[in-house]
C-alpha cells in the first residue's frame, strides 16, 4: 500500500482523482479475472484463493510509468528510472509465473498491461488536447 501511496500521489496530480480511481478500479478487476483465465490453461497453474490488491497496484504503476517515464525512484536504495523499475518488476514477475510461491504474478501481469493501456490513452488524450490547444491559438 505504500506503493500505491506515492506513485497513486503522483498520478492523481497528473490526471486527477477520478481518473486514477478509473485506473485503479479497471486494473483490479481484470486482473483477477486475468488470473483466474490465464493461470490455468496457458501457465498450467491451478488459481487459488486471490487477495489483496497488487494487480490494482501494478496498473497505477504501470499508467504513471507511460505518462512520466523518467521520475527517479529508489529500487533497494539503488536509483533509477521509474520506466526502468517497471521493467525490472515485470521480468521479475514474468520469470516467477510457473513458481509455486503463492503468489498471483498473473495477476500483477494483467494490471501492468490494463495500466500501460490505460495510460497510453490518456497520454494520447493530453497530447491532443495540448495540440489543440496551440493550434487554436494560430
Do not use: C
Amino acid at each position: 500500500m505504500l506503493v500505491l501511496y506515492f506513485f497513486g500521489t503522483a498520478l492523481e496530480r497528473r490526471i486527477g482523482n477520478k481518473q486514477l480511481l478509473a485506473i485503479f478500479f479497471t486494473a483490479g478487476v481484470l486482473s483477477a479475472i486475468g488470473y483466474t483465465f490465464l493461470s490455468q490453461p496457458i501457465f498450467n497453474i491451478s488459481p487459488g484463493p486471490m487477495i489483496g490488491a497488487s494487480g490494482a497496484i501494478y496498473g497505477v504503476f504501470a499508467a504513471l510509468t507511460i505518462i512520466e517515464p523518467d521520475i527517479r525512484v529508489y529500487v533497494y536504495f539503488v536509483p533509477m528510472k521509474l520506466k526502468h523499475a517497471l521493467v525490472l518488476f515485470a521480468l521479475l514477475d514474468f520469470l516467477m509465473v510457473n513458481s509455486s510461491d503463492m503468489i498471483a504474478h498473473t495477476a500483477h501481469l494483467s494490471g501492468l498491461f490494463v495500466g500501460l493501456y490505460m495510460g497510453f490513452r490518456i497520454k494520447k488524450i493530453q497530447e491532443n488536447a495540448l495540440r489543440s490547444r496551440y493550434i487554436g491559438r494560430w
